[in-house]
């Protein structure tokens, strides 16, 4: 930049407080239509190391680019003067690049080792690299050598120097042999960091010619080789114990300095016999947890990551049997510089004023430089240039075509960093980056983010608004950060619309429109659940999903975190994952993942394949002895389902071969039983796992193992004794088995007597049988029994004496003194006295009561067929009740005993008779007849009576519209009375009945019925008084003035002496209470609904015909046409009207039809 060129002068002060657009981004955005036309000081983009060190068989590259606007040009310093790069044909520069690449083969490559600078330039700054220490890589020989052999005594420490050549860099020091095999290093002998072997002790085994020392130069790839050396330990005076002592470091401190970021490399060596052993500590401290590591066993402390904490005292102690010894390592921790915060490019508007900071730490405090396009910034600025404070720089008042690139450079004795940052004084008007029109798409409850990216010098100021409108502020909902972006902390379906953001300068303003759509969040309802499926079934995983309608969602299934197996067992629905025929490779983990563009969520389950298990194996039979063996298996695989059980089964070769029994069933955890077992078997075991899938197939049976013959352990079980006849005693018993006999030729001896006799024990021997029939015996006796079974080798234990029976018969008594005492007219108890024991000759099993109905008391003759009635009294009793009897009636009754062969005798009949009880209700009734205020009710007899009829009983009451109950009436009749009209009752009203029978023991149940007095089914609701009409009043006028006219018009024919037959037809309407006249009588007929409109349940409709309402309410009944009136010679009627019509047959379907109204009218004259 130009010394003359002038700055605005600054403010005095620091300022503290800056204007929002004082500072701008990085740069300016490479976004190629914001660059078109805007200028831009170089930044450099790539650079090499500080520190190069190159291979001299190969090219030196060393790399320099850089951006800008134009694009920059390049030049390089090398040693701190101008490297012409043009004038050497070894060095070229990549095109529109400042990357040098030097060609040194053929040349020496030292010629160009030295420190280089890359300049980037154009017309608005220059921007400079690092300086570059390039040095070539070295790796010398080692200098020549003559080893002398050492001759050590046993027990002794020995070092054995490395001392390997300087090279660049350091090599890589290891011991080997003359056989390039590495020497084993432990705790009694290790390698330094320096290279050089240290033995603690040492022993006869390490005397060898070949200890020799390898460096291996890292750039080159060589090794090179010392002369070996060698060692002969002698045992002649050997070395005894001793306490530890250090051999590296030496003394009892030292002092260690470190830079922060490296990692600190501690050591410490000790001789002594025993061989030591070390440990550290720092500051009576830990030491720093997660960097800290041992090596080199234990000698070796690294810590990583140096930084300033880790300064302080480090103790190492060498400890054996004989004592410890201690070493003091005093850490000091220095930096090289390093950033807090580096100087950051600055675009600035005209007249805006601008800080560059450049922020470093280091120990000792670095020192700060500034430079402006390479050069000393108080070389640049004579006076009103920019104020410096330390670390930063304050440019005020820039002006156009003040742009530059500062350079800040901090160094201490440790290194040195240096940053470039522009200052690019540009004039814009606002720009927005961001594409017009774009959708956002975010899912509920998760944060939004809307770009509003922008450019413009000043920066711009950027607002935002909602659906053109609302302006949103910082608040609770909104954040809009620095760079114009706004955030929708917890998007709502209530924040989707448009959005507008707007850019604006002092230059211009420039807004955007962007929109945001709030989506449901995809979430799994269904989750898969884990399965425990067994082999060859299927199982099924259920993953059903909640999505927003908008987006469509894709399901994958993974297996253990990788795609599914290419199998067709394998079935993906649109929810569900079905694997059928599963095999145990199908065993796993399985993850639904359904996903739209925006979100997804993930459920797992795992699949367990089972399956009953592997039969067990390698059966083997130990302790062997006469009634026990000890059984002992392998349990074969559980196949995912632990062992829960052994099942133990033997076969009986002897005595059922081919069939097998269980024995015992132990804990899945025992593989080893004790089996207990019975003489004269032949025994093979086998054995079955169960787990919750099942028994696995059987075990290979075990060897044979057979038990010697010896007397029964047991005797026969159910021995039992009975007659089957009178006469005879039948013993029977459930015999042993052939696995119970415990040896050949197995009978049975049984032995009877007759109980509470003094007779001695008859016995029989059976065999091949379970029952013996003794004859001759007296009937129902009791006998003592005993069974016991022996064989070819004893008898087994005395048995158990049993009581039996001989065989029953008949009993010979009946039972006698029957007496009946009749409780209440339906229970009666019947009492007797038992028969003697003797005479049952049997098991009494207790008394039959045999009872039927003769007759009733009223009744003359004996009722026919009567049906006999029994009842049972088990045991040996005197007494019962007889129940559900029928009041006032003749019964008669006989008992008998009866035990296990049958019935004894009958006792003598007993009559007897039950107590008066209420009739059952009437047996109908019904309404004959329906007058206007009066009904007829008929009504049957009880079907039974149950005593003497004294009556009936009849209550009644009216029933309104809403089914109130009115006042009750109550009649009573005669018992010879059966039917009754009711007068005086309300007319068109309905009445409920209910009628009971009576007995000297009082009423029987009611029986109801419901009947109304003409009742018009046609306003079943609507109780109107139409006498009281204005239109019924003149329409009973109109009918009268019409007979009237026709009376004097009959009357003036009739005067003249003609004869003419009268017949009138007319429809008229009127209310439906006007009832017609009937012809007997003159009075008003009774009417009914034709349709079953019943108030309450019971009712019954009318039998007579009924006036039908129609449509309206308001419109009046059809009446009936009249029969043909004739008038005789006098003018007289000769004919009565008659009140019904035979119906013609195409009238068959109307309704009935009341008498008419002109007849009813002549009621009257």
Request: glycine letters at 8%; one cysteine or more.
């Amino acid at each position: 930049m130009d010394k003359k060129q002038k700055w605005s002068p600054g403010v005095e002060a620091v300022l503290l407080i800056l204007l929002s657009h004082m500072t701008a981004g990085l740069e300016v955005p490479l976004d190629p239509k914001v660059l078109e036309g805007l200028p831009q000081p170089p930044t450099i983009t790539l650079q090499s190391p500080k520190d190069y060190i190159f291979d001299p068989r190969e090219n030196i590259v060393i790399h320099c680019e850089a951006k800008g606007k134009p694009h920059p040009s390049f030049s390089w310093t090398r040693n701190g003067t101008n490297f012409d790069v043009e004038t050497d044909s070894k060095v070229l520069m990549k095109p529109g690049s400042g990357t040098l690449v030097i060609d040194i083969s053929g040349e020496k490559a030292d010629a160009y080792e030295g420190t280089y600078q890359c300049t980037a330039s154009n017309e608005h700054g220059k921007a400079l690299s690092n300086t570059i220490m390039i040095r070539q890589s070295r790796s010398p020989l080692w200098s020549k050598e003559k080893n002398e052999a050492i001759m050590v005594q046993k027990g002794v420490s020995l070092v054995l120097p490395c001392r390997p050549p300087a090279g660049l860099p350091p090599p890589v020091i290891f011991w080997m042999d003359n056989n390039f095999q590495k020497l084993p290093l432990n705790k009694r002998v290790s390698q330094a960091l320096n290279g050089d072997l240290y033995f603690s002790n040492v022993l006869p085994e390490d005397t060898r010619s070949d200890y020799i020392c390898y460096a291996r130069f890292p750039h080159t790839q060589t090794i090179q080789q010392k002369q070996p050396i060698s060692v002969v330990v002698q045992n002649s005076n050997p070395e005894g114990e001793r306490r530890p002592g250090f051999k590296l470091p030496s003394g009892s401190t030292s002092n260690k300095t470190v830079l922060r970021g490296e990692t600190l490399e501690l050591e410490c060596i000790a001789e002594g016999l025993p061989t030591p052993d070390i440990s550290w500590q720092k500051d009576a401290r830990k030491l720093p947890s997660g960097r800290a590591f041992f090596s080199n066993f234990n000698k070796t402390l690294k810590i990583s990551d140096v930084n300033e904490d880790d300064a302080g005292e480090y103790r190492c102690t060498a400890t054996n049997k004989l004592g410890s010894a201690h070493h003091l390592i005093k850490v000091t921790v220095k930096a090289a510089p390093f950033w807090i915060s580096a100087p950051r490019n600055l675009v600035l508007a005209p007249n805006e004023t601008g800080i560059l900071t450049c922020r470093v730490n280091g120990n000792p405090k670095p020192k700060i430089n500034w430079f402006v396009n390479g050069r000393p910034i108080e070389d640049v600025y004579e006076e009103n240039g920019p104020k410096i404070e330390e670390d930063t720089v304050i440019l005020s008042n820039v002006q156009t075509g003040s742009s530059a690139v500062f350079q800040c450079n901090a160094s201490n004795e440790f290194g040195y960093l240096m940053a470039n940052a522009f200052v690019n004084v540009l004039a814009e008007a606002p720009r927005v980056l961001t594409l017009p029109n774009q959708v956002y798409r975010v899912i509920m409850n998760h944060p939004a983010l809307l770009d509003c990216a922008s450019f413009g010098s000043p920066i711009p100021t950027i607002a935002w608004f909602k659906d053109s409108q609302t302006s949103i502020k910082n608040g609770d909902s909104y954040v809009i950060h620095e760079n114009g972006t706004l955030e929708i902390n917890v998007a709502q379906p209530l924040h989707s619309g448009k959005y507008t953001c707007t850019a604006t300068n002092n230059l211009g303003f420039k807004e955007n429109d962007v929109f945001l759509e709030v989506k449901e969040p995809t979430r799994i309802l269904t989750q898969p659940t884990y399965k425990k499926v067994q082999r060859g079934m299927s199982a099924l995983f259920e993953c059903k999903v909640k999505h927003d309608k908008t987006l469509m969602p894709t399901m994958t299934w993974l297996k253990d975190n990788g795609e599914l197996p290419d199998d067709q067992r394998f079935e993906v629905g649109d929810d569900s994952l079905i694997i059928r025929d599963v095999t145990d490779d199908d065993a796993g983990t399985y993850t639904c993942i359904t996903s739209t563009i925006l979100d997804q969520d993930s459920a797992s389950a795992t699949l367990t394949v089972v399956e009953k298990p592997d039969p067990p194996t390698d059966l083997e039979l130990t302790d062997q002895m006469e009634r026990s063996v000890q059984l002992t298996w392998i349990p074969g695989d559980e196949n995912n389902s632990p062992i829960q059980n052994f099942l133990i089964e033997y076969m009986d070769l002897l005595h059922q071969p081919g069939v097998w029994v269980n024995l015992t069933e132990v804990s899945g955890t025992t593989t080893t039983v004790q089996l207990q077992l019975s003489p004269y078997v032949y025994y093979t075991f086998r054995v079955l796992a169960q787990n919750d899938v099942g028994y696995s197939d059987p075990s290979d049976p075990s060897a044979q193992y057979r038990t010697n013959p010896s007397a029964p352990d047991e005797n026969p079980t159910n021995v039992e004794g009975s007659g089957t006849e009178s006469d005879n005693l039948v013993i029977s018993w459930k015999p042993l088995t052939g696995f119970q006999s415990n040896g050949p030729g197995l009978q049975y001896k049984v032995q009877w007597r007759q109980k509470d006799v003094e007779d001695d024990w008859t016995s029989k021997n059976v065999v091949n049988d379970s029952q013996l029939v003794v004859s001759g015996t007296p009937t129902y006796v009791a006998y003592e029994i005993k069974v016991q079974a022996f064989n070819n080798y004893g008898n087994a234990p005395e048995p158990t004496v049993v009581i039996g029976y001989s065989g029953e018969d008949k009993p010979l008594s009946a039972p006698g003194s029957v007496q009946v005492t009749v409780l209440n007219s339906t229970l009666a108890e019947v009492q007797w006295e038992p028969v003697s024991n003797p005479s049952v000759r049997g098991e009494l099993q207790g008394y039959r009561v045999y009872y039927r109905r003769v007759r009733g008391q009223q009744d003359q003759e004996e009722e026919a067929g009567g049906q006999e009635q029994i009842l049972t009294f088990s045991g040996n009793r005197s007494e019962g009740m007889l129940p559900g009897l029928q009041p006032y009636s003749v019964y008669d009754l006989f008992i008998r005993v009866f035990n296990n062969k049958g019935e004894g005798p009958p006792s003598p009949k007993k009559t007897f008779e039950t107590k008066e009880g209420v009739p059952d209700l009437p047996s109908f009734l019904s309404v004959m007849d329906h007058g206007l205020d009066t009904l007829t009710l008929k009504w049957g007899p009880p079907l039974s009576n149950n005593g003497r009829l004294t009556g009936y009983t009849l209550r009644y009451h009216p029933v309104n519209t809403t089914s109130e109950l009115g006042p009750v009436k109550e009649v009573t009749f005669p018992a010879n009375v059966t039917t009754i009209t009711l007068t005086s009752l309300d007319a068109s009203m309905l009445y409920k009945f209910y009628l009971k029978a009576r007995t000297r023991k009082g009423p029987g149940p009611e029986i109801t019925e419901e009947a109304s007095t003409a009742m018009d089914t046609a306003v079943p609701n609507r109780q109107v008084d139409i006498a009281t009409q204005g239109w019924f009043i003149g329409l009973m006028c109109a009918i009268a003035l019409l007979i009237l006219v026709l009376l004097i018009v009959c009357f003036i024919k009739r005067n003249k002496g003609g004869k003419y037959p009268v017949k009138e037809k007319e429809d008229a309407h009127q209310d439906p209470e006007i009832q017609p006249m009937k012809e007997d009588d003159g009075t008003f007929g009774e009417y009914s609904d034709t349709e079953d409109h019943k108030p309450l349940k019971g009712s019954r409709t009318p039998s007579n015909g009924t006036v039908r309402r129609d449509e309206s309410d308001d419109s009046l009944v059809d009446y009936g046409e009249g029969g043909d009136g004739q008038f005789n010679e006098d003018g007289s009627f000769i004919g009565q009207y008659s009140g019904k019509k035979e119906k013609d047959t195409h009238e068959g379907n109307e309704s009935s039809e009341a008498p008419s109204p002109v007849n009813a009218m002549n009621s009257f004259v």
